[in-house]
């Protein structure tokens, strides 16, 4: 008899034409699905029942180890494996048992085989549910939530079959409240749910999840604890879905919890080729994060494997920021330690023939389908002598490489392990010409470091099978890699190459300009790790890529400087008012709370004298309506004094241009309270603010959708604006670069590193209030 197409095998076990079609356009799950048909129909005969069809689609999709199939269809073909709970159980046991031979006997036990239910005791499994919850049943009637029932009588009876659970449910409910009434036919009215803007008011904890809103109440520590149940524990790496094994897995797995102890292990692995970003800063705190939370410990390793790029000043850039974070790795390594271990796993993947010397050139490797090499099946000893030439420096840059034989998620095929690079290393010198790709340093440097969770970005997940292949084509431990979401801002560019570009075009002063988005950066603008650290939080451990507002960072920031930021009064467009009555023959001290909302935090003192200088934008002596600041007729309470000011006189140049304001006061509590309290400086200290906003104009600035001429065409032409000659009191005298202040009614701002003695430079961190414009 002929084979059936493909189509008709399928709908032949009960899958839909259109469900059918589907399955065939993923080729993986239709060639086992085909085969697990086949095998079937061999104890069965052609036709096979939808019930036994359904567990074959199931296995089909959810089976890890292809190895396990003809073992697995036979339970269900001899009928042995009859219900879903049963196939689950089957799955998990061949899932967290890689190794042969299977114990049957265990086997069977654990997934019910032979274990028979009987209806009797379905029958009393569900009594004895309803009995339960009779009095709630009798009052909510059919309103009541009848899953809850199957889910005590399934509890009771693991191996029943859900349907005749169900079935026995409906007639005991139907004998115990009769059929359904009017009333019970009515919808159960919804709770109604909080608008979305409640919801924002209500927490600012809530962030985006694969298109859903996820409210996030959890600290980031809760939420890495609440990781770790997600995730296999040590030494039960075969646990985790897509695990490769070899007949090595479990010995390497046992000799690895011998030197960790079961202990958490993760790492840092930055390329020392730039500086780190916002995106960064969600990885240091995953990686970190989630070995603190677990009782572990995190490396710093630097992926130091292309010299070319690398400078002495990105370590120590590195190594600042993440203690910056608050972070201290357990130990700063270097790939660069491995390089004898990584050539000598080399040589003996050669000898396994798993890799061999290639001399195609680069721009032939390049594009979606690059021709197979012709030197893929070279002789091993050919292969071996050849990269000890690349070794010696008998070949120029890109005539050889060294690749491995494997077919990469991406359908890249044998990528490159090592190359030619005639450039000195920073720790090495000239000990070497050949490097280590990230492809093939990264999965062996986390195994020499028995690193248990390898933590990456989702673009890292196309190579999650080449990291799994490398560490079992050379029997070494193999740790498993999880993949989480990167973090994006609008309004932001991160790429180094593009930096580069913003630096050179005079776009921006260096990486660590503050528009920047560089933790660097950051940290010049303000930005305190605390406020950083509470952002990633709130973005969460997504699994989907986040690109979050700017607004929401800067929000997180106001909530940490509000408590930890001493206020002072500046003002940045002086006018100067003269009090013709000043009340005391010198200056007085006023004392001011640091925190006004604290004043247990203490206070500084600020002289106040017959001239002051107020903002010029807090005068106008043609006001519109609505406007309460100084004017004629409209006097205002200078913040702090005690004292309210009222016009007397404008003095004017003779351009017309007022250059100052006479005045008297009185004691703020000797007449009418006025509509307002400005802030003012006397005897004050002259520095230099510089105001920022946005570098960019459009969300996405690397968008041609968005901005057709490229990221360097949509620069905000306002993004830095410096005051030269602003004042400040002189409760700031002493602050040092990143020290910083709350300027009463301008915004948070921080001492910048460019300060010198007399000559104080502030950078603004944020102002008080989001602009409406940017949310």
């Not at 239709?30 to 096979?48: D, H, N, P, V, Y």
């Not at 359904?180 to 009515?186: A, G, H, N, S, V």
């Not at 080399?346 to 490797?365: F, K, P, S």
């Not at 935090?601 to 010029?616: A, D, M, N, S, T």
Request: proline content about 6%; glycine content about 6%.
């Amino acid at each position: 008899m002929a084979a059936l197409d493909p189509l008709s095998l399928f709908t032949g076990l009960g899958l839909s034409e259109h469900k059918a079609r589907e399955t065939l356009k993923n080729t993986a799950l239709s060639a086992q699905l085909r085969e697990a048909a086949t095998q079937a129909q061999q104890t069965l005969g052609c036709t096979i029942d939808k019930a036994t069809g359904t567990l074959l689609y199931g296995l089909a999709s959810r089976l890890r180890d292809p190895r396990r199939l003809s073992f697995l269809v036979s339970y269900i073909a001899n009928r042995k494996i009859h219900t879903e709970t049963q196939l689950s159980a089957a799955l998990e046991y061949v899932r967290s048992h890689p190794l042969d031979p299977i114990n049957t006997m265990v086997f069977e036990q654990e997934c019910g085989v032979g274990v028979v239910v009987t209806p009797e005791q379905i029958e009393e499994a569900v009594e004895a549910a309803i009995n339960r919850h009779r009095p709630q049943l009798l009052v909510e009637r059919y309103h009541f939530n009848m899953g809850l029932l199957m889910g005590e009588a399934r509890a009771a009876l693991k191996w029943a079959d859900g349907k005749m659970i169900k079935h026995e449910v409906d007639m005991q409910v139907l004998h115990l409240l009769g059929p359904k009434t009017e009333t019970d036919l009515e919808k159960k009215p919804k709770v109604a749910k909080a608008r979305p803007e409640e919801t924002d008011r209500r927490t600012a904890k809530d962030v985006v999840e694969n298109g859903e809103t996820v409210v996030q109440t959890l600290s980031l520590m809760e939420q890495l604890r609440g990781e770790a149940l997600k995730f296999h524990k040590p030494g039960e790496n075969y646990k985790t879905p897509g695990y490769v094994t070899t007949p090595y897995t479990m010995d390497l797995l046992k000799q690895h919890l011998e030197i960790t102890g079961g202990q958490v292990r993760t790492r840092f692995p930055p390329e020392p080729n730039g500086i780190l970003h916002i995106g960064h800063a969600k990885a240091i705190n995953f990686n970190f994060g989630y070995a603190k939370a677990n009782n572990g410990i995190c490396f710093l390793r630097f992926d130091d494997t292309n010299p070319e790029k690398e400078e002495a000043k990105f370590f120590t850039a590195i190594c600042d920021m993440v203690a910056w974070l608050g972070y201290i790795p357990y130990k700063v390594t270097y790939a660069s330690n491995y390089f004898d271990q990584l050539y000598a796993w080399a040589e003996e993947l050669i000898r396994r023939g798993q890799a061999y010397v290639c001399h195609q050139r680069g721009e032939e490797l390049k594009g979606h389908n690059p021709l197979p090499s012709p030197w893929r099946d070279r002789p091993t000893e050919e292969s071996l002598l050849l990269f000890e030439a690349m070794r010696k420096g008998k070949f120029a840059e890109g005539e050889a490489t060294l690749r491995m034989k494997l077919v990469m998620e991406d359908g890249k095929m044998d990528p490159v392990a090592y190359r030619v690079k005639y450039t000195p290393h920073h720790r090495t010198g000239d000990t070497w010409c050949i490097y280590p790709t990230y492809d093939y340093t990264h999965c062996l440097c986390d195994s020499i470091e028995h690193i248990t969770h390898s933590l990456c970005t989702k673009e890292f997940q196309a190579r999650r099978s080449s990291y799994f292949w490398l560490c079992n084509a050379l029997d070494v431990y193999c740790p498993v890699q999880w993949e989480y979401g990167r973090l994006n801002l609008h309004y932001a560019v991160v790429s180094k190459r593009k930096i580069l570009q913003l630096v050179a075009a005079g776009a921006v002063r260096d990486w660590d300009d503050p528009r920047l988005f560089t933790l660097t950066a950051l940290r010049r603008r303000g930005f305190p790790p605390e406020a950083i650290n509470n952002f990633c939080a709130r973005v969460g451990v997504t699994v989907a890529q986040t690109t979050m507002e700017p607004h929401l960072l800067e929000a997180c920031v106001r909530d940490v400087l509000n408590d930890t930021a001493p206020r002072a009064m500046a003002v940045l467009e002086p006018l100067q008012v003269v009090i013709t009555n000043f009340p005391a023959a010198k200056s007085l001290d006023i004392q001011v709370p640091s925190f006004p909302a604290d004043e247990t935090k203490g206070f500084h003192q600020i002289p106040f004298g017959p001239i002051v200088f107020i903002e010029r934008t807090d005068f106008k002596e043609e006001p519109e309506p609505g406007y309460k600041r100084l004017a004629w007729g409209q006097p205002v309470g200078l913040r702090h004094t005690g004292y309210v000011i009222e016009l007397q006189h404008v003095v004017k140049g003779p351009s017309g241009c007022v250059e100052s304001l006479e005045v008297t006061c009185r004691r703020a509590d000797a007449g009418e309270k006025p509509k307002a309290f400005i802030h003012w400086v006397s005897q004050p200290l002259t520095c230099e603010i510089r105001l920022y906003e946005r570098l960019f104009q459009h969300k996405n600035p690397e968008d041609p959708a968005e901005v057709p001429g490229g990221f360097l065409s949509d620069l905000n032409p306002a993004s830095l604006q410096v005051v030269e000659a602003a004042l400040v009191d002189c409760s700031v005298a002493l602050a040092k670069p990143f020290d910083k202040f709350q300027f009463e009614r301008l915004g948070y701002f921080s001492v910048d590193p460019d300060s010198r003695q007399g000559q104080l430079v502030f950078n603004r961190t944020v102002t008080l209030k989001e602009d409406p414009g940017k949310v």
